[in-house]
């Protein structure tokens, strides 16, 4: 069992950064994917990127390069760099945990209801 706990959220200007940050509060990330996935007001929530344990890291085709996942394995820490901030990148950002299936394929780790573990979140306001 994994615990979550994010950071580094916070209102910026169109165009802008920010770094947000998930801690395994307790547990490891050791052997399970991670996931980030965002949520806006009123809208289901969002895939934005997500790595296994090792490898590459996949992204939501929407985000058009501005964002890069960074895992610390040793420090049971990840990051995810937002660059060039929308408005339309609004929304409370979480990040989840899996264990890894080999056999199962991206597609899998971009549905939320596939992760067992989450985060309380971390609110990106970005205005116009």
């Known amino acids: 069992q994994v615990q979550l706990v994010e950071s580094g959220g916070g209102t910026v200007q169109t165009g802008d950064s920010l770094r947000l940050s998930c801690a395994a509060s307790r547990g490891t990330f050791r052997g399970y994917a991670i996931g980030w996935f965002r949520q806006a007001p009123g809208k289901e929530r969002e895939f934005v990127a997500a790595?296994?344990?090792?490898?590459?890291?996949h992204y939501a085709d929407s985000l058009e390069g501005r964002f890069t996942f960074a895992r610390d394995n040793a420090k049971n820490t990840v990051t995810l760099q937002m660059n060039s901030l929308k408005p339309e990148d609004t929304g409370v950002y979480f990040c989840s945990a899996k264990r890894i299936v080999a056999t199962y394929d991206w597609a899998y780790y971009e549905d939320f209801q596939n992760y067992n573990y989450w985060g309380q979140g971390t609110q990106v306001t970005v205005s116009s």
């Open positions: 790595n296994k344990w090792v490898g590459n890291t």
